[in-house]
Each structure stands twice: as C-alpha cells, then as structure tokens.
C-alpha cells in the first residue's frame, strides 16, 4: 500500500505493509512523523486522510475521543490501511537525519526480577542487536495479548543485544497483566523500535535535570548511565527528583547509589515520598540518596534555584505528573527547547 503525507514541507510517499500501523510504516521509512507515546494515549499522531480508507486498531485508544472522526481524523499509531491513502499531518514531516531508525524484531524474556510489590524488572535477549540512544523506548506485544506497550529501555549500550526493562503492574493492563501473572521466562515478544525523542545527546554543554514518578524513572537511569560513561558529570551537575508513594516503593536504588559515587558529588538524587512522611534526611540503606516528602515536581519546585535557564531536563511519569513538572520547569525559566519528555498512562 502506498502512503502519501502531505505537510507543510511537502509530500512525502512511503510503503505500509499490509495490517501495518501507518506510524510505524512512515518512522521505517525515516519520515519525521509526529508522535509520543506510539501507543493511542498522547494524541500526538493526529492527522486526517484525505483519501483512502483506514481501519481503527484500538476502538478505545483514548486519545481517539478527541478526534473529529467524521471528518476523516485518525491517530497514526492506532490506524492501519486498507488502501493506498493521502494523510494530511498537522506538522513539517522531513526524512529524518537523526538514526537509529526503527524496526521490527523480537526477544525473549529472562532475568526476571521482582523489584517491589507491583514493579519488576524484565530483560529481552534480541534476536538481532539494536543500537538505541539513552531515554529511547520500544513497543512490545505478546501473543495472544491484544495491544501493544511502550517500555522505555533502563540500560544503555551503543549497540546491544539485551534490553533491560521496567513494568509496573496495572490492573486491566494486558500486557503487564500478562507479564505479572505468570513466569513468562523463554517467550518470545514482538519488539518495535527504537522510539523516542527525549533523549540525551552528549556533547551538550549543560547541567542535567530529571523529574520521574514510578516507573517513568527507566528512561532517565539510562540516560544517566550515558551521560557518566560519556564523562558529562566531570564537567556538569545533576539532580534526580525519582517520585515513589512510599519507601518500600523505591527501586534501583543501588544503581542510584553506584551512579552519585561515580560523580564525585556532581550527581544529587532524591527519592521523593508522596504518601509517607519519614524522619530521614537519607535513605536508611543508600546513604547517598536524599528523601523528601511531597509530590515530585513540588519538591523539585522547592529545590531548584530561580533560574534554571543553563539546565536539560527530562520528565517522565503520568501525564498529570508530567504537566506539573513542565509547569515548574517554565517557571525556574528551562527554556521550551530544553524540556524533554515521556508521558505515559
Ligand atoms: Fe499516537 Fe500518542 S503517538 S496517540
């Protein structure tokens, strides 16, 4: 089947396999689609066709409510063609000049590990190696489990063929479900990837700034293991704002700790409580993780200095998590340019 996107930059045609989502085709073929989550939650993939016929993979996405569907309005990442079609996308959609591009693959489970009640930790042993940049993600699918989920990787390798991952169980979670419920160690999961533009890009003359809640904070112990092998806090600051409900919720605190004494006191983390009150400064185990109390992005609020213009920040977490922080990092004065984010549901 045969794509054209028409931009404000122009036409661009690509091929979508037949059943194919047209987001995935269009990233394949290196084309700078739009989009966030990849996974029906965020809206970003918005477009209209214009011509053609698309069918809807998930009736439920909820971002899909907020479409004009009578007026030929879809979500890339939830629409599969069903002839050649013409898409109109909100954006400038070039040929990317940024790779790795994405692609299809697979892995199967091992070293699963349960980190605390309802979060575990999960590798995937690829097929083929992957080359990812830090606070990228992959979409994963199981068989016989409808839908697919984004997992943001945890490690960081140029080239790997291991990915380390994070699940947080969520009830009516398929997939999570799915991984929670039994030992899934030896299956195979259908793998798309890598995804995600909120990425750390060494080279870049600046203190970094992370604001995570749960399981959001894969993404950011990545990143930070780039930026520590890449040399970045020998010269930069770091703060980590990691939001947890309680202490029992903590997890990869001993990555944590391994990472603030390889800096030298140029990495600070804090491990933020929002539903219990402690009477520790520091965390009983790890002496060199700070606790405090509160949501996350208001003790980073609390924090952080006045002006904040000279940072990189990365967030990720629930979208009203996510939205919080942006509004704090706005206010210390992050510039826009600067505020790189994961939303997830
Ligand atoms: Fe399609 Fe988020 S990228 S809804």
Redesign the pocket.
């Known amino acids: 089947m045969e794509i054209v996107i028409e931009s404000r930059a122009g036409t661009r045609p690509f091929t979508c396999e037949p059943g194919e989502k047209i ?1 995935f085709a269009g990233l394949r073929a290196g084309l700078t689609l ?13 477009a209209r066709v214009r011509s053609g016929t698309v069918d809807v993979i998930w009736p439920e ?3 899909l409510a907020k479409l004009q569907r009578d007026k030929g309005d879809i ?4 629409s599969r063609a069903t002839s050649n079609c013409v898409v109109r996308v909100p954006a400038n959609v070039a040929l990317s000049e940024a790779g790795p591009l994405p692609r299809y693959g697979s892995g199967r489970v091992h070293n699963v590990e349960r980190l605390t009640d309802d979060v575990m930790h999960f590798e995937l042993a690829l097929a083929a190696p992957m080359t990812f940049n830090a606070g990228q993600f992959v979409v994963l699918t199981a068989p016989g489990i409808n839908g697919a989920r984004a997992y943001s990787m945890v490690n960081y390798a140029l080239e790997t063929s291991t990915l380390e991952l994070v699940i947080k169980k969520k009830a009516g979670g398929g997939l999570s479900d799915w991984l929670f419920e039994a030992d899934r160690t030896g299956l195979e999961l259908g793998v798309f990837g890598p995804l995600g533009r909120a990425t750390f890009r060494p080279g870049e003359d600046r203190d970094l700034l992370c604001i995570a809640g749960g399981s959001g904070i894969a993404g950011i112990l990545s990143i930070l293991e780039h930026a520590t092998s890449a040399g970045h806090f020998q010269k930069h600051k770091g703060r980590v704002f990691f939001g947890v409900r309680s202490l029992r919720d903590g997890f990869y605190l001993d990555r944590f700790s391994r990472l603030v004494a390889q800096s030298q006191g140029a990495l600070q983390v804090f491990l933020v409580l929002s539903h219990e009150t402690v009477d520790v400064a520091v965390h009983p185990q790890f002496g060199n993780i700070q606790i405090a109390t509160g949501f996350v992005h208001d003790v980073a609020n609390a924090h952080l200095e006045a002006d904040c213009s000279h940072v990189t920040s990365f967030v990720a977490g629930p979208p009203p998590m996510v939205d919080g922080a942006i509004r704090v990092l706005i206010g210390h004065g992050v510039p826009s340019t600067q505020i790189r984010y994961d939303k997830f549901g």
């Open positions: 987001l739009p989009y966030d989550c990849a996974t029906g939650t965020c809206g970003m993939c918005k996405a909820p971002a979500l890339m990442c939830q």
